[in-house]
């Protein structure tokens, strides 16, 4: 007799996007069971044109608890565990069918693709990288971002999640000792890429309350102050709160190598290199060379002064296939800096042609081709940057300088190289 499999989610106003979800798994599953927290919109309704059962599922700020509640009505011998905004591929349904067919396992382990709007983003301590189109709804989305998840699993009383957020099996797998395997179905997600910034911004607050009262419930969890610190660092945009928790990760953990990264890259954020630089290569030596490594460690190299060093770390991120525009367009302001400003000026050039949204990149370029000497290239850029709006010191700087050296008239082939282009072009490797 074949197995059964049951899908197994929680939803909250997801009408925009719950049947494209559930279309993507019906033909696959037995049985779809769905616990509403509270929705204003249609989701219960299109849930149940699936033939899905709905419960009312009461909202107690904890991930854990309210899937909990759904896992009790488990009925079928393996749960699938999907969101509103994900959905499968088909050869990933058929994939699932015959691991299930699994005697000894209880679990696998697979790949979540975050789907982003902005190819020099990342999500965690992976980069985002090229999306190769798998699946046509994510065609219109630059890149990805791969995590590792835990989605499908056998009906086992001991199996549950923990965690009132970033819930998670995966302990619970651990410490009962069950056999679980890696799987290669992908869990395609695309709520980073569609959510409106409004929107998501008040998930990452809601994220980051959240993981501080795990921490308070988790007081010694390596894991919670890891997750907090990553919403302090890239959420709140407190770099020296988020140290103070990543240093504690590496105490209560000193075999990790991700809280030993993010305590670099707070350190890199608040221009202390030479601590940054420590502590990277105690990331290096527990074996993260990812390309969230090499990044951080060019950017720290670059604020040092270092512009070989942080070159050749930006080079690096292209050799793992993770280049993004944000890191060639580090590396062309090495290139720069070392002397070459027309290669330089070139991968810049590039990175703005592949990424014209960020704004950021203008002012690299910009910059960059003020101090190459490439005078009307830089005021084409600097133009080009004001219709981003958002405009800070730098942007007046920046003005200021272009007018000086227009007044100057200096030649394309004379690098500019007086002190405050040097200090400008500086500002513009971000951390």
């Known amino acids: 007799m074949k197995p059964t499999l049951e899908l197994s989610m929680i939803v909250k106003d997801g009408a925009q996007v719950l049947a494209r979800c559930l279309r993507s798994v019906e033909p696959l599953v037995d049985r779809i069971v769905v616990g509403d927290t509270g929705s204003a919109d249609e989701s219960a309704a ?57 005697q000894q396992l209880f679990a696998y382990h697979n790949p979540r693709w975050n789907y982003m709007r902005d190819a020099s983003t990342r999500l965690g301590f992976q980069a985002a990288r090229p999306n190769p189109i798998v699946l046509e709804e994510s065609r219109s989305y630059p890149a990805y971002v791969p995590l590792p998840t835990t989605r499908l699993f056998r009906n086992h009383p001991g199996i549950f999640y923990e965690g009132c957020v970033h819930e998670t099996v995966t302990r619970r797998l651990a410490t009962l000792g069950l056999a679980t395997a890696r799987a290669e179905f992908i869990v395609h997600h695309f709520g980073h890429a569609e959510d409106a910034d409004a929107e998501r911004q008040k998930k990452n607050n809601l994220y980051q309350a959240l993981g501080e009262m795990k921490l308070q419930a988790n007081a010694n969890d390596a894991q919670a102050y890891i997750e907090i610190g990553l919403a ?65 460690l060019g950017d720290a190299h670059f604020h040092a002064g270092r512009h070989g060093e942080a070159r050749d770390a930006y080079a690096q991120v292209a050799a793992l296939g993770d280049a993004s525009p944000l890191s060639e367009a580090k590396r062309g302001a090495c290139e720069v800096y070392l002397g070459s400003a027309a290669e330089g000026i070139r991968r810049m050039q590039q990175a703005v042609a592949d990424a014209p949204q960020f704004a950021e990149l203008y002012d690299m370029l910009a910059a960059s081709a003020l101090l190459g000497g490439d005078i009307e290239l830089a005021a084409r850029t600097a133009e080009a940057r004001l219709r981003f709006g958002h405009l800070t010191d730098f942007h007046a700087q920046l003005a200021a300088l272009l007018q000086a050296q227009m007044k100057e008239q200096r030649p394309s082939e004379a690098p500019c190289e007086d002190r405050e282009t040097s200090k400008l072009a500086c500002q513009i490797s971000p951390s």
């Open 46 to 102: 299109i849930a149940r044109s699936f033939g899905a059962e709905v419960i009312a599922v009461p909202w107690e700020d904890d991930f854990s608890r309210a899937r909990n509640c759904v896992l009790w009505h488990r009925k079928c011998d393996w749960i699938l565990v999907l969101d509103a905004d994900e959905m499968l591929d088909a050869s990933g349904g058929a994939q699932i069918r015959q691991l299930i067919e699994a």
């Open 232 to 296: 302090e660092l890239e959420n709140a945009r407190r770099p020296a709160v988020a140290l103070s928790h990543f240093e504690r990760a590496c105490e209560l953990s000193p075999q990790s190598a991700v809280a030993w990264l993010f305590a670099g890259a707070c350190l890199v954020r608040l221009m202390k290199l030479p601590e940054a630089l420590q502590r990277l290569d105690r990331a290096a030596k527990l074996g993260l060379r990812n390309a969230v490594f090499f990044q951080t």
